[in-house]
């Protein structure tokens, strides 16, 4: 997504557990298949843990408004089953390595 001026819009989505990393590890397969959906469709441009992994993780979006990519955390298995909240921050992306930009304009 650009804004009307041409910059591109990302996500920044920080997913923190609400509890344990053990409270939440029986919804990691869900929660994989839920990234893989969402990388495979070209939203989700990059996701991973934390260091430590006990603050959670965090994925950078693109492609989607601000209503669409809260939206699509809520349907994260994490969040549903109360093991997981995001805190999302929007940005423009105002300076982009070259390779970067490229494969951002594709967008």
Not at 3 to 24: F, N, R
Not at 28 to 49: C, I, K, M, P
Not at 73 to 81: G, K, Q
């Amino acid at each position: 997504m650009t804004t009307s001026t041409g910059q591109t819009v990302l996500h920044v989505l920080h997913l923190h557990y609400t509890g344990t990393e053990a409270a939440a590890a029986p919804f990691v397969t869900a929660h994989v298949d839920y990234l893989r959906r969402y990388h495979d469709a070209g939203t989700f441009l990059v996701s991973g843990q934390t260091v430590p992994t006990s603050d959670g993780g965090v994925i950078v979006a693109g492609g989607v408004d601000r209503e669409a990519v809260e939206a699509i955390t809520r349907t994260d298995p994490f969040v549903i089953a109360g093991v997981g909240r995001y805190s999302i921050t929007t940005i423009t992306a105002g300076r982009t390595h070259p390779a970067l930009a490229e494969l951002l304009d594709q967008r």
